[in-house]
């Protein structure tokens, strides 16, 4: 079990409802300063969204939330990651996604055992301000080739147009935010990106 090549990071449940039913292999729900209570109920509720179209959930940050549902997946920052309760998460069965900038941070993730490494930001985003350049296609050539077998999911600025460059590069999965919250339609974004991907 790991990331399908194409998953989109969502901030709430309500666009689970929206996107998931198109086909989406893998989600990520990325939920930002709301109560535990809030959190807690959401992530029950994209749990049940998401089994029922045989779709993994990935929950970024609240790790004991998504141990408490039991998500499939979890997925942490460098700084989430330094307070996590590492023994909990792998005894709960769920995964670990682990957010990768620099050499330092590869090493950490790898130390940690990570299920799947994220690299980012592989192009400039608009999603948010980042203190990390641009890594380029050639860090992703060169994460992978450190990490082997483990998947290698790129982040950040990722398009149908750069997909295809990114997977050769040796990418196994393309994690997208902003080419599809922004599009006017972003269930027709979704289809293309699922048909752009179909034989991946």
Not at 42 to 66: G, H, M, P
Not at 117 to 136: F, H, N, S
């Given at each position: 079990?790991?990331?399908?090549?194409?998953?989109p990071?969502?901030?709430?449940?309500?666009?689970?409802?929206r996107?998931v039913?198109?086909g989406?292999?893998?989600?990520q729900?990325r939920?930002?300063?709301?109560?535990?209570?809030v959190v807690a109920?959401?992530?029950a509720?994209?749990?049940?969204?998401?089994?029922?179209?045989?779709c993994?959930?990935?929950?970024n940050?609240?790790w004991?939330?998504?141990?408490?549902a039991g998500?499939?997946y979890i997925h942490l920052g460098?700084?989430?990651?330094?307070?996590?309760d590492l023994?909990a998460i792998?005894?709960s069965?769920?995964?670990?996604?682990i957010?990768?900038?620099?050499?330092?941070?590869?090493?950490?993730?790898?130390?940690?055992?990570?299920?799947?490494v994220?690299?980012g930001?592989?192009?400039?985003?608009r999603?948010?301000?980042?203190?990390?350049e641009p890594?380029?296609?050639?860090r992703?050539?060169?994460?992978k080739k450190?990490?082997?077998?483990?998947p290698?999911?790129a982040?950040?600025g990722?398009?149908?147009?750069?997909?295809?460059?990114?997977?050769?590069?040796?990418?196994d999965?393309l994690?997208?935010i902003?080419?599809?919250m922004t599009?006017?339609?972003?269930?027709?974004?979704?289809?293309?990106?699922?048909?752009?991907?179909a034989?991946?």
């Amino acid at each position: 079990m790991q990331p399908s090549v194409f998953y989109p990071i969502v901030p709430d449940v309500g666009w689970l409802s929206r996107i998931v039913p198109l086909g989406v292999g893998t989600v990520q729900l990325r939920i930002k300063d709301q109560p535990l209570d809030v959190v807690a109920a959401a992530i029950a509720q994209a749990l049940e969204i998401t089994r029922r179209s045989s779709c993994q959930l990935i929950v970024n940050d609240y790790w004991q939330q998504a141990i408490d549902a039991g998500a499939d997946y979890i997925h942490l920052g460098q700084e989430d990651l330094a307070i996590a309760d590492l023994k909990a998460i792998r005894a709960s069965g769920a995964r670990l996604g682990i957010s990768t900038h620099d050499a330092q941070e590869l090493d950490i993730a790898l130390a940690a055992g990570a299920d799947y490494v994220a690299l980012g930001p592989v192009y400039a985003t608009r999603l948010k301000v980042m203190r990390w350049e641009p890594q380029g296609l050639d860090r992703v050539r060169q994460w992978k080739k450190t990490i082997g077998k483990i998947p290698l999911v790129a982040i950040g600025g990722m398009t149908p147009a750069r997909a295809p460059g990114v997977l050769a590069a040796g990418a196994d999965s393309l994690a997208v935010i902003t080419d599809v919250m922004t599009d006017p339609q972003p269930e027709a974004r979704i289809r293309t990106w699922l048909r752009d991907l179909a034989d991946r």
